[in-house]
């Protein structure tokens, strides 16, 4: 089972950006915000949604897969790293790669930076700042258990499914436990290819 | 630096499980946090000072960063019981005011508005304010001359502030800001209750069974108590959410009565009506505990739902079915903010709100009872000892000769020397529009952007003779005045704030006050020492006053006198009453039945509903309310020059329907009976079709209360805020945001200035959908 990770639940998302402020104060890219919120039902609700990076476990990120210069890596404990900045040429494939929209490019400096679940705070036993400080704890790091007890019944996911790719990672969203819940469509949901259901 | 573990295990045990909620003063206490020689200490050579959020009613705890220099740099989350680490973006950005290029460094002067601004020494700019004062007081009487203060300050400054006002000054007129947030929800509990503050710390509603928010955007103005109404839910508990707009809160809520503004009143008449008809009351707790209870009863049978809905907009099965979701609720709660009482029958609307909770016994049990949510840090605080025009310290009335008597001889007067009640807050705007306050100084408030109807609030500033600001930037308002003191954010001196639970907290001092930065007390007594009043304000420093402050509110319903600086520092927090040093606060009110009033009971209050005060017409047709974001904090004055929030929601703009026709980002003009202001439209289904939101942080010309109306509430003189009439028109082109006015010699902050040159906030603001689809 997952140990400790974010997990991310967009019911209870108000929009605040505390976590947006909150990382910016994360000392390891202190000034910058490696999250942005999105908003998912625009002109009905009022709908939004964090996105941090999602730690990708399998097939193992595919930004540190795609990249030309081994900058990203992925640690022991899953946590997939920002580009290493001696390493980095900024050519943006981690970019493109990830499914999920995550890592940024920092022209400039021709560095790519992204989410790295706070690793100088998780190493030492604290949680990432953003969901440290959510206010409403959309964003939730602890076990699954812990979740659990302190929200019971809650579903989560941590299987996405791109068109014929399925993501599995190490950061998890909590879904509507009475909506499918095993693979959630990451992005726009490819149903079926020439009459055969491609997601199984 | 070694990894403390046990560190890791108090985060993983954060008491949400309610049973480990603090309902009693057991829980008070800071829960652990990050120890301060731990962590960054080791990293950075920093320290870590424990204190609270300077902004709203909430007071989350927080540590300031602090370098070796002594200059605070950053934000660490804090496991205080109020929030449990939570910060909300402006809690997490406050920090940078502190040490903000826009910070007033010395006294500003000048001796007539044609004029500009100078920097002068402190005895210069003193001397010159106290010739003011006396050639006013001497010319047209002591009354001539105001004070308005405001409840961001900290209770000793606002006890400080009704001192200096009364002692010092010999006026009548003082007054606080404090009047425009929750001052309906004051008289209201004073009415029913006798005592003003809520009944129930926040924990409670961790507890309850039902939850009804009215009028309050809890997602946006208080994000951090979203954990608390989160929690509820995950127990079980019903959200009711009563509000014009589909807020955040609204989205998740199980009822959402989306009701047209101004109808509050009736719609908690019509509630109360369904639950006497279905027999829901609890008779036995009325009997007990309640007086007026018959004449409440005949008041809500004229209001069936029929009646009701149409009065409100909303469905009539919405009334039934809020009314069975609260009275069968084993416990329910009621929590409300400026919603429904920024009305000018504010007083009224929170008094059916208790009517609701008597009527159905919900009152003094964990999980049942009523709060109302403050604005501003110190909302509750501020009010209790005496800065509001007709109180004196400990809630005493200064119409009263025997609480006249009792502080005369704490502050070594002569009764006779005490003056009568003032006049409140936009009543001495009128004032000074007809040259009868004549001189005026204002401590920690912005009236340019927070009073309602700016012109006439513009034209009372200006016919004033002289006016002097306190404030720590040039604020719009400073920017009128002939004298501005440059003094201390909340992280540069100590002090206590009562949140809107009652508890009161303190504030630590982080870093020394930039050099020629001096502190509100200091100010005020110095001015105090010049005007022949010095012996009565020999204090050196906050604690001094809380001394005196503790002293005198002993024997009173809001009483200090157990709440010690260090009792403080140990508990993380303290509910008044507290009466003796070893007495633990009173965390909710009314467990033993009794109310403070004489005869112990609630006093229920029988209203009637009646139209806002600004009639509809061909004309005006539409509603206009306002509110806040979630980046800023009233008047802006101190969020709008943080690059990250401004940022976030760089300016303000007009939330409407789509069945108006806008696109979205269009200019739309908005035109009530007091002007007209352009905006960008945000076109959102999130809103009543026949009305229309724009949040007010922002002066003119893209301020919302250009547009509001000043009228008031008849009891607590609140302005009505939340509706007027209005219509709206396409425009040309939309109005520009002002830049925040900056002191001589002082750059304004460059990330703010790119941010507002952009036309549209950069994402929807705070969530709000708009149906522009890319």
């Known amino acids: 089972m997952m140990g400790r990770t974010i997990f991310i639940d967009p019911g209870r998302c108000i929009g605040c950006q505390a976590c947006v402020s909150a990382c910016r104060e994360c000392d390891s890219h202190r000034g910058k915000s490696m999250i942005h919120l999105d908003y998912t039902d625009e002109g009905s609700s009022v709908a939004s949604l964090p996105t941090v990076c999602m730690h990708c476990e399998d097939p193992v990120a595919p930004c540190a897969e795609v990249c030309p210069a081994d900058a990203i890596l992925v640690t022991a404990d899953g946590v997939v790293q920002q580009a290493d900045t001696t390493r980095c040429i900024g050519c943006a494939n981690c970019v493109n790669a990830c499914p999920f929209g995550v890592p940024k490019i920092d022209l400039q400096a021709k560095l790519q930076m992204k989410c790295n679940?706070?690793?100088?705070?998780?190493?030492?036993?604290?949680?990432?700042?953003?969901?440290?400080?959510?206010?409403?704890?959309?964003?939730?790091?602890?076990?699954?258990?812990?979740?659990?007890?302190?929200?019971?019944?809650?579903?989560?996911?941590?299987?996405?499914?791109?068109?014929?790719?399925?993501?599995?990672?190490?950061?998890?969203?909590?879904?509507?436990?009475?909506?499918v819940q095993w693979p959630v469509p990451g992005g726009l949901p490819v149903v079926e290819i020439n009459g055969k259901d491609v997601r199984r | 630096m070694t990894a403390d573990p046990r560190a890791a295990d108090r985060r993983t045990a954060l008491p949400l499980d309610p049973s480990l909620a603090p309902p009693g003063t057991r829980g008070f206490r800071d829960a652990g946090?990050?120890?301060?020689?731990?962590?960054?200490?080791?990293?950075?050579?920093?320290?870590?000072?424990?204190?609270?959020?300077?902004?709203?009613?909430?007071?989350?705890?927080?540590?300031?960063?602090?370098?070796?220099?002594?200059?605070?740099?950053?934000?660490?989350?804090?496991?205080?019981?109020?929030?449990?680490?939570?910060?909300?973006?402006?809690?997490?950005?406050?920090?940078?005011?502190?040490?903000?290029?826009?910070?007033?460094t010395a006294p500003l002067m000048r001796r007539s508005r044609d004029e500009d601004f100078q920097e002068v020494s402190w005895d210069e700019a003193l001397d010159f304010t106290v010739s003011e004062i006396k050639r006013i007081q001497q010319a047209h009487g002591n009354d001539a001359f105001g004070l308005l203060g405001g409840a961001s300050l900290f209770s000793e400054k606002t006890y400080l502030v009704g001192k200096f006002a009364r002692v010092a000054l010999r006026t009548r007129h003082v007054d606080y800001n404090g009047r425009l947030c929750m001052v309906s929800a004051a008289g209201a509990n004073k009415l029913a209750f006798g005592i003003d503050r809520a009944g129930n710390p926040f924990s409670d509603i961790l507890l309850t069974d039902c939850l009804l928010i009215a009028g309050s955007n809890v997602g946006e103005c208080f994000p951090v108590l979203t954990q608390y109404v989160w929690g509820a839910r995950d127990r079980g508990a019903t959200l009711i959410v009563i509000d014009p707009r589909e807020t955040a809160i609204a989205r998740t809520a199980d009822i959402h009565v989306a009701l047209k503004p101004g109808t509050d009143s009736a719609f908690f008449n019509s509630v109360l009506s369904v639950i006497i008809a279905e027999g829901l009351t609890d008779e036995a707790y009325l009997d007990a505990h309640a007086t007026?209870?018959?004449?409440?009863?005949?008041?809500?049978?004229?209001?069936?739902?029929?009646?009701?809905?149409?009065?409100?907009?909303?469905?009539?099965?919405?009334?039934?079915?809020?009314?069975?979701?609260?009275?069968?609720?084993?416990?329910?709660?009621?929590?409300?903010?400026?919603?429904?009482?920024?009305?000018?029958?504010?007083?009224?609307?929170?008094?059916?709100?208790?009517?609701?909770?008597?009527?159905?016994?919900?009152?003094?049990?964990?999980?049942?009872?009523?709060?109302?949510?403050?604005?501003?840090?110190?909302?509750?605080?501020?009010?209790?000892?005496?800065?509001?025009?007709?109180?004196?310290?400990?809630?005493?009335?200064?119409?009263?000769?025997?609480?006249?008597?009792?502080?005369?001889?704490?502050?070594?007067?002569?009764?006779?020397?005490?003056?009568?009640?003032?006049?409140?807050?936009?009543?001495?705007?009128?004032?000074?529009?007809?040259?009868?306050?004549?001189?005026?100084?204002?401590?920690?408030?912005?009236?340019?952007?927070?009073?309602?109807?700016?012109?006439?609030?513009?034209?009372?500033?200006?016919?004033?003779?002289?006016?002097?600001?306190?404030?720590?930037?040039?604020?719009?308002?400073?920017?009128?005045?002939?004298?501005?003191?440059?003094?201390?954010?909340?992280?540069?001196?100590?002090?206590?704030?009562?949140?809107?639970?009652?508890?009161?907290?303190?504030?630590?001092?982080?870093?020394?006050?930039?050099?020629?930065?001096?502190?509100?007390?200091?100010?005020?007594?110095?001015?105090?020492?010049?005007?022949?009043?010095?012996?009565?304000?020999?204090?050196?420093?906050?604690?001094?006053?809380?001394?005196?402050?503790?002293?005198?509110?002993?024997?009173?319903?809001?009483?200090?006198?157990?709440?010690?600086y260090e009792r403080l520092e140990e508990t993380g927090g303290i509910a008044w009453p507290c009466p003796a040093t070893d007495h633990p606060g009173t965390p909710r009110l009314f467990e033993d039945g009794r109310t403070y009033h004489p005869d112990g009971r609630i006093h229920m209050q029988v209203v009637e509903w009646h139209p806002p005060m600004d009639p509809y017409d061909d004309e005006h047709p539409m509603s206009l309310t306002t509110g806040r974001t979630v980046a800023h904090f009233l008047s802006g004055n101190q969020t709008r020059r943080l690059g990250a929030l401004v940022e976030q929601t760089p300016r303000p703009w007009a939330e409407v329907h789509p069945s108006h026709g806008f696109r979205n980002g269009e200019p739309v003009r908005v035109v009530t009976r007091r002007g007209s202001e352009v905006f960008p439209a945000l076109v959102t289904e999130a809103i009543r079709p026949d009305t229309v939101f724009i949040p007010y942080h922002w002066p003119v010309p893209t301020s919302a209360n250009a547009l509001t109306i000043d009228a008031l509430d008849p009891r607590s003189k609140i302005p009505e805020y939340k509706v007027c009439a209005c219509r709206i028109e396409h425009a040309e082109k939309i109005d520009e945001v002002p830049s925040p006015p900056v002191a001589p010699g002082h750059v304004a902050y460059p990330e703010t200035q790119v941010s507002r040159t952009d036309p549209l906030p950069p994402t929807s603001p705070q969530g709000r959908g708009t149906s522009e689809r890319s």
């Open chain 2, 33 to 104: 946090g990050i120890p301060a020689d731990q962590w960054h200490a080791d990293q950075n050579g920093e320290t870590l000072v424990p204190t609270h959020c300077c902004f709203c009613g909430v007071q989350c705890g927080m540590y300031l960063r602090v370098d070796r220099g002594g200059k605070v740099f950053g934000v660490e989350p804090r496991n205080h019981d109020i929030n449990r680490m939570r910060l909300c973006p402006k809690g997490i950005n406050a920090y940078q005011q502190v040490n903000h290029p826009d910070r007033l």
């Open chain 2, 292 to 564: 007026g209870w018959d004449e409440v009863r005949a008041k809500a049978a004229e209001y069936p739902p029929s009646r009701a809905a149409d009065i409100c907009g909303v469905p009539a099965e919405q009334i039934v079915q809020v009314a069975r979701a609260f009275a069968r609720a084993p416990k329910a709660m009621a929590w409300h903010a400026r919603g429904i009482e920024h009305h000018s029958q504010g007083v009224e609307n929170c008094l059916t709100v208790i009517n609701l909770c008597a009527a159905t016994g919900h009152i003094g049990k964990p999980g049942a009872g009523y709060g109302t949510l403050t604005g501003q840090g110190n909302g509750q605080g501020g009010r209790e000892h005496g800065q509001k025009s007709d109180l004196l310290p400990g809630g005493r009335s200064i119409l009263n000769e025997e609480h006249r008597r009792q502080i005369c001889e704490i502050w070594g007067i002569e009764e006779s020397e005490l003056p009568a009640a003032g006049t409140s807050m936009m009543e001495m705007v009128w004032q000074m529009q007809r040259r009868e306050i004549r001189g005026l100084i204002g401590i920690c408030n912005n009236p340019f952007v927070s009073l309602p109807n700016y012109r006439v609030v513009k034209e009372g500033y200006d016919a004033t003779e002289f006016h002097a600001q306190f404030d720590f930037f040039l604020s719009e308002t400073a920017a009128n005045a002939h004298v501005v003191f440059p003094v201390t954010t909340w992280a540069e001196d100590e002090g206590v704030m009562a949140n809107a639970e009652a508890r009161v907290v303190k504030h630590n001092k982080a870093q020394d006050p930039p050099p020629g930065v001096r502190t509100d007390t200091w100010v005020m007594c110095e001015l105090a020492r010049r005007l022949g009043a010095g012996d009565k304000f020999a204090f050196a420093d906050s604690r001094a006053v809380f001394d005196e402050l503790r002293t005198a509110s002993a024997g009173t319903v809001i009483d200090y006198y157990g709440i010690t």
């Open chain 1, 117 to 179: 679940l706070c690793y100088d705070r998780t190493a030492y036993g604290l949680a990432p700042m953003c969901a440290t400080v959510c206010p409403t704890g959309a964003l939730f790091y602890g076990t699954l258990e812990e979740l659990q007890a302190e929200r019971p019944g809650v579903q989560v996911a941590d299987t996405f499914v791109f068109g014929e790719s399925e993501v599995r990672t190490g950061v998890a969203m909590v879904v509507p436990a009475d909506r």
